[in-house]
C-alpha cells in the first residue's frame, strides 16, 4: 500500500500558479470542476493575473478590479512605470453570481463584449477563471488577490 496522498484540485492548481506552469483547456477542466464557486463580496478587490498558455492577448495585462457588483473593470494594464490602470478599449463590467456548469460562482458579464468571466475559488487569494467568448473556444486563466492595493 502506498503512502502517497492524491494532490487536491485546490492543491494542483496552486503549484500550477506557483510555478506559471503551462496546461491544456482539457487539462485544467476536471480540476475547475472540483473547485468551489465564489461570492461576488470574496471577488471585491483587485487581483493580478495570468495564463495557463504562458501569455496574455494583451501586453501589459496586469489583472482585474472588482469595486462592486454594477462597477467592475475587467482589464487592467500596466503603464511604463508600473502603474495599474484600467484599460478603457474594454470598457467595464457587472458581476453576478450565476449557475454554470451545476455550481453558482460569481461571473463577470462585460459592457461591450460577448464574454463572461466564470470564478472559482482555490484559496482565499487564488482563483481560476474561465473566458467564456460566444464563438471562440473557452480558456481558463488565474488570478491572485492584490493585497498591495487593498
Known sequence: MSDVKEMTAEERF?????????????DIKPLFLELEGTTNEF?????????FSGQTTISN??????NTPEHCEPMLRTDEEGRVYAWGDWGEARLREIRY?????SAVIYDDR???????????????GLGDWKGKPKGFFWLIRDKAAA
Do not use: T
Open 43 to 51: 471577488m471585491f478587490g483587485q487581483w493580478r493575473g495570468g495564463s
Open 114 to 128: 460577448p464574454l463572461m468571466d466564470y470564478f472559482r475559488k482555490v484559496n482565499d487569494d487564488l482563483v481560476i
Open 61 to 66: 495585462f496586469y489583472g482585474k478590479r472588482f
Open 101 to 105: 456548469w451545476d455550481k453558482v460562482q
Open 14 to 26: 496552486a503549484e500550477m500558479v506557483e510555478a506559471r506552469a503551462i496546461a491544456s483547456y482539457a
